[in-house]
């Protein structure tokens, strides 16, 4: 976690566009929120306007982004809103500076519903965490 | 918001279908809840019947629908049950007059964790919402 | 519900594996949990690596799975961390024991936001549901 859905009209996203997108997301929680790298997934749906709709319209030139992520010290809602303004602004580059329109929302799931090569992530800030980090990949937790 | 995903066997549901599918939920919420119609995403995920199991059976007449959506009125149970009740009622010509199994479920998900082309979607009920809803369309926010 | 996503890369899973995962996945729900089997949706999403990304590199041998279920008794931290490292051994033939990375996430969805075939679901250990587990398929509630 995070997992971001990245739903975009065919054409839109070409190869290139996806992996640099993947490695900005990838860069916003492991420079802001100094996650793993490979705690950040990002699955690209390509779709056919004839199969996406807003507002009951085929749609042409809409990106949907779709998040789920674990609650951190995103619960209070002035910074849940600081976030969301902050995002927007980090994918300027994908989003608004490419004429699109765009939706995206996220939702925090449990923290204890998580786990990673069978592990449960150890906590924010932990020995352990600070391990995976560095080596970029999971390992047997220490439990400091 | 809402997002939905609808989950449907290949041939269940046709172009022409799709559309008026997505028009019907689209009324739903702009009817009902008086939600601008551009806030109503619709996504069409047609599947084999191989790569989707209900009980562990290739489901060959089985729709799943997946929502996602920002908390309103709806906290309460009971009112969550009779939206769910209206809801299959309000998609019938879709689901139970077409001899298909059908499962729909909704998560509200943190309203201060959403934009759209890069807005905090204005509060329910503002002058910014009205013009939102009259335009169809996002625009600068005054705030009021 | 649950309703799991499983997306894996193209090659990993076969037709006979897809319908295996399935078959235990929903016994893990209908022999633990005693739900009925067609409560237990498995949509497989098959990826190219090139639109799917983990820490901003292409996923080549990475499965994610993605749940939304009810909360039942799970509630607890504790024990969500014993069903999730419960669940990783339960599923191990399909992800540790092939040499994988994974990763599962569990959200909880409003039990009252859910209707199978129309009906809101009768209550855990109610007659109505006894019976829709003893048939596997849903019927008109009794309200008992």
Same mark, same amino acid.
Do not use: C
């Given at each position: 976690?995070?997992?971001?859905?990245?739903?975009?009209?065919?054409? @839109?996203?070409?190869?290139? !566009?996806?992996?640099? +997108?993947?490695?900005?997301?990838? *860069? %916003?929680?492991?420079? &802001? @929120?100094?996650?793993?790298?490979?705690? @950040?997934?990002?699955?690209?749906?390509?779709? !056919?306007?004839?199969?996406?709709?807003?507002?009951?319209?085929?749609? *042409?030139?809409?990106?949907?982004?779709?998040?789920?992520?674990?609650?951190? $010290?995103?619960?209070?809602?002035? &910074?849940?809103?600081?976030?969301?303004?902050? +995002?927007? !602004?980090?994918?300027?580059?994908?989003?608004?500076?490419?004429?699109?329109?765009?939706?995206?929302?996220?939702?925090?799931?449990?923290?204890?519903?998580?786990?990673?090569?069978?592990? %449960?992530?150890?906590?924010?800030?932990?020995?352990? *965490? $600070? &391990?995976? %980090?560095?080596?970029?990949?999971?390992?047997? +937790?220490?439990? &400091?």
């Amino acid at each position: 976690m995070p997992m971001w859905h990245v739903h975009y009209p065919k054409g @839109v996203y070409d190869a290139a !566009d996806r992996r640099a +997108l993947s490695t900005r997301i990838t *860069e %916003l929680y492991h420079e &802001r @929120v100094k996650l793993p790298k490979f705690y @950040v997934s990002v699955a690209f749906h390509e779709f !056919d306007p004839e199969h996406f709709f807003v507002g009951g319209e085929p749609a *042409e030139r809409f990106v949907r982004i779709w998040i789920d992520q674990i609650a951190r $010290q995103n619960a209070d809602p002035e &910074r849940q809103r600081r976030w969301m303004v902050m +995002l927007n !602004d980090w994918l300027s580059a994908f989003l608004a500076d490419r004429g699109l329109n765009w939706e995206i929302h996220i939702d925090n799931t449990p923290t204890d519903f998580w786990t990673i090569d069978g592990y %449960l992530p150890p906590p924010y800030g932990s020995e352990d *965490e $600070q &391990r995976w %980090l560095a080596e970029n990949k999971s390992s047997e +937790l220490l439990g &400091r």
